[in-house]
């Protein structure tokens, strides 16, 4: 079976760090940065690249829309 | 897979949607309100209704969502939205005219106005965000604050001998004649934020179609005036607000009424 | 030539008449006396099926003038009416028009206060209307008509001089000119804007935005104070503009006139009389009516200090405008006031047993 195979790109300065992202994630691929932004909030960060299927389900969640999902057939 | 490949514009699934520009949100971390923005704008532009669209932002936490959502707005006085859109659909009735409205804005000071815009059935779209606090002004009792639940005019819980009863605001919507679609709604999972946008997108509809007035309430959280995280805001809403805010729609006449 | 369309109605009737002949888009009112007759006279003449106005009875005045806030910032010509009590909660919204820069028209057919008071006569709300009744520093174009024929006429100058200033503008009027019967002409048909128009002539407004053009945004809201006072700081521009340029007043046997009287709308009515029946008495009197009562004819009051020995102030209240005239004067020759309260109208006589005091 073909496996979906995700990148998501988090706008970190925009980011609030507010979690729901994190929460939303079913496998985990997020998690909040050890470093602050700008604004000096935890942003989030993806720690399990290869892990994502592009499922959205973190970007439909954020609140600031700081997350874009690409989304690609594994041939 | 390499990221780059993956990362081609045909590969796009999700991005900020257009219409809500880059400008930081004043709403605090993990806030509801963010995520209403997003689905209006969403279903604004999925209709195709960018240059026929008028807003109205309230007095409250929402009152600088004109700075958020590129069309046109008006901002209103505390509680007066109802009345702003009636007059805009009534004097422009090809476009698209809603209103965005917290508890204390809605439901208590502009009570009147509310009820009475529903009631002609003025063919415009009153979203409702019901997060049971003035969030605003730091967190004070709303008319839709839970029994029991702590404010800071109520810092001892709510209580009916001396602040009285929480309103249903949507139930009482429902009961009127001017309405045609009253739904109540969540924002808080993915399943939620679906359901959400279709509510608001067939709301929309029958405001474009001259079926009557909607009431779209989105049961909402406010993490800093109930001093939670915005994850237990989520688990506390759903175990306190949607027992006494059941979700759903609770009138859609809107299908049958041509 | 075409015929002269002249008419016998109330005060209340021209005002709604003229609303419908001046192109108006929208009319959203609340019945209270002494005013009623406006938002009847327009349910029964049914302009949305000629002209398209809009005519909607609101659940409130608080509601009225915040349909009338709604309407003006997509650049719409809309007004409503109310009387003395349904203007003072007209009052948040009203500030909020003057803070958002709104074109409107608002009448106030006024009554005899304060409190719910009397649904009889009265000039009490000068203050009110020209003083600013809502919060902030702001003003209102104030019209006081004195006749039905003005009660039309102002609707269109009113409307003019509201979209030439961005400003609210207000007809104050009252019970008397209201209810009274007299003959009118109305003035010429204007047609409605077209909504191109509209759009062409108040690129402002917020009506839908096009594509390649900034969201327009309606607010009187700004945090920053720096920035909240260049907006005063460029609303008081505007104000002493209309101060210079739109002071209007009538002048009545002024030319060898030793005494004055200052009065307006049904005020100066009677002052007439009174002006008639003083000068058979040998008395050298003549009136000076504003017919802008903001901006106030300071210049005009002024000039006329320098020319009478003496000015009575004839007003149907305890004495609002007489502050303004004694600011105009500043101490150059004696100013008195003659008012009557809660309802009761002056009788000419009076003025002219006033005026005598004045003399001595």
């Not at chain 2, 969403?42 to 009152?63: F, H, L, Q, R, Y």
């Not at chain 3, 040998?282 to 009136?287: E, R, T």
């Amino acid at each position: 079976m073909a496996k979906m195979r995700g990148v998501t790109v988090i706008d970190t300065e925009r980011c609030k760090g507010c979690r729901l992202c994190v929460v939303a994630c079913p496998l985990n691929v997020l998690a909040l940065a050890k470093s602050v932004n700008r604004k000096g909030y935890n942003y989030a960060e993806t720690v399990l690249a290869d892990t994502c299927t592009g499922c959205t389900s973190c970007a439909v969640v954020c609140p600031d829309g700081c997350i874009t999902v690409y989304r690609k057939k594994e041939e | 897979m390499d990221i780059k490949e993956i990362m081609q514009p045909e590969n796009l699934v999700y991005k900020k949607p257009e219409l809500l520009n880059d400008t930081a949100m004043h709403y605090c971390p993990g806030c509801s309100h963010g995520v209403v923005h997003k689905l209006i704008s969403e279903v604004i532009a999925e209709m195709g209704m960018e240059n026929k669209t008028v807003g109205v932002s309230p007095v409250g936490c929402a009152v600088f969502a004109y700075k958020y959502i590129d069309i046109d707005w008006e901002e209103a006085a505390h509680g007066r939205a109802p009345a702003l859109a009636s007059a805009v659909k009534r004097l422009w009735p090809d476009r698209l005219v809603f209103t965005y409205q917290g508890d204390g804005d809605l439901a208590c000071i502009g009570t009147a106005e509310t009820i009475h815009a529903l009631n002609r059935g003025e063919n415009i779209t009153i979203v409702f965000v019901n997060n049971a606090i003035y969030g605003m002004t730091g967190g004070q009792m709303a008319p839709t604050t839970l029994m029991g639940m702590k404010t800071a005019t109520c810092p001892y819980g709510r209580d009916a001998k001396l602040h009285g009863y929480p309103l249903k605001v949507a139930d009482i919507a429902a009961s009127l004649e001017g309405t045609c679609y009253v739904t109540r709604q969540s924002v808080h999972t993915v399943g939620a934020i679906n359901k959400a946008k279709r509510a608001l997108r067939k709301a929309f509809e029958y405001s474009m179609q001259g079926k009557g007035s909607s009431l779209v309430e989105m049961v909402s959280t406010c993490n800093s005036g109930w001093k939670l995280s915005p994850e237990k805001a989520n688990k506390w809403m759903e175990e306190n607000m949607f027992p006494f805010y059941n979700l759903g729609d609770i009138k859609d006449t809107g299908a049958n009424n041509q | 030539m075409a015929e002269r369309e002249i008419t016998l109605m109330k005060g209340n009737e021209a005002i709604a008449h003229a609303a419908i002949r001046c192109g108006c888009d929208g009319y959203f009112g609340y019945p209270i006396t002494p005013q009623s007759e406006v938002l009847e006279t327009l349910a029964e003449q049914k302009p949305w099926e000629t002209t398209g106005m809009v005519v909607l009875q609101a659940e409130s005045e608080t509601s009225s003038i915040n349909m009338v806030y709604g309407g003006a910032a997509t650049g719409k010509k809309v007004m409503t009416s109310s009387s003395s009590p349904g203007i003072s909660l007209m009052q948040e919204g009203i500030s909020y028009l003057a803070g958002a820069e709104l074109p409107c028209l608002v009448v106030n057919v006024s009554r005899g206060g304060p409190g719910l008071g009397t649904i009889q006569p009265s000039q009490a709300d000068y203050f009110q209307s020209c003083k600013g009744g809502g919060h902030g520093d702001y003003r209102l174009i104030v019209l006081a008509p004195s006749s039905v024929q003005e009660m039309a006429d102002f609707v269109y100058l009113a409307f003019e001089l509201a979209f030439k200033y961005r400003n609210p503008a207000m007809i104050l009027t009252d019970g008397v000119i209201g209810q009274m019967m007299e003959k009118v002409e109305l003035p010429p048909f204007k047609a409605r804007r077209t909504e191109k128009e509209i759009i062409e002539q108040c690129p402002w407004a917020a009506n839908g935005r096009p594509a390649g053009r900034k969201p327009n945004i309606i607010t009187s809201l700004e945090l920053d104070p720096a920035v909240m006072e260049e907006i005063n700081i460029r609303l008081q521009k505007k104000y002493a503009q209309i101060q210079e340029n739109e002071v209007r007043v009538e002048e009545f046997m002024l030319e060898d006139a030793e005494y004055a009287i200052v009065a307006f709308g049904s005020a100066a009515r009677i002052a007439k009389k009174a002006i008639e029946m003083a000068r058979e008495e040998g008395i050298k009197v003549g009136l000076l009516r504003p017919i802008t009562l903001w901006p106030f004819p300071i210049k005009e009051v002024e000039a006329l200090s320098k020319k009478v020995k003496g000015i009575l102030s004839l007003e149907i209240n305890a004495g609002q405008m007489v502050e303004d005239i004694r600011l105009a004067v500043n101490g150059r020759i004696p100013v008195s006031h003659y008012g009557r309260l809660g309802g009761i109208i002056p009788a000419p006589d009076e003025a002219v047993v006033e005026l005598k005091k004045l003399i001595k």
